[in-house]
């Protein structure tokens, strides 16, 4: 099994940085992919970036260029700099571990809120 934990969600300004960051304990050999989501009431969770072990990433085209994702194979853990943040960005974001398997393990969610 493998434990996720995030920190680093919060209230900022339009324009405003928030650091995300996740880490996962457990048995935690086996994780290929870390990355973001993010879900705002009514809606389905969407991918905000992620990261494979090797350091390949991929972000949502509407995303690309104010957020970043980078990882710490070391540590398991992955972060997430979000900077221009939008009033739009307000969401509920949650980390995801891939494990070989296909197994996805997530957080419990970190509310961020942007403020016009």
């Known amino acids: 099994q493998v434990q996720v934990v995030e920190s680093g969600g919060g209230l900022v300004q339009a324009g405003g940085s928030l650091r995300l960051s996740c880490a996962a304990s457990?048995?935690?050999?086996?994780?290929?992919?870390m990355g973001w989501y993010r879900q705002t009431p009514g809606k389905e969770r969407e991918l905000v970036a992620r990261?494979?072990?090797?350091?390949?990433?991929n972000y949502s085209d509407s995303l690309k260029g104010r957020f970043t994702i980078s990882g710490d194979n070391a540590k398991n853990t992955v972060y997430l700099e979000m900077s221009s943040l939008k009033p739009e960005d307000t969401a509920v974001y949650y980390c995801?571990?891939?494990?070989?398997?296909?197994?996805?393990?997530w957080g419990q969610g970190t509310q961020v809120t942007v403020s016009s």
């Open positions: 995801n571990f891939v494990g070989w398997d296909g197994t996805n393990y």
């Open positions: 457990g048995s935690t050999f086996g994780i290929g992919v």
């Open positions: 990261i494979t072990r090797g350091g390949s990433t």
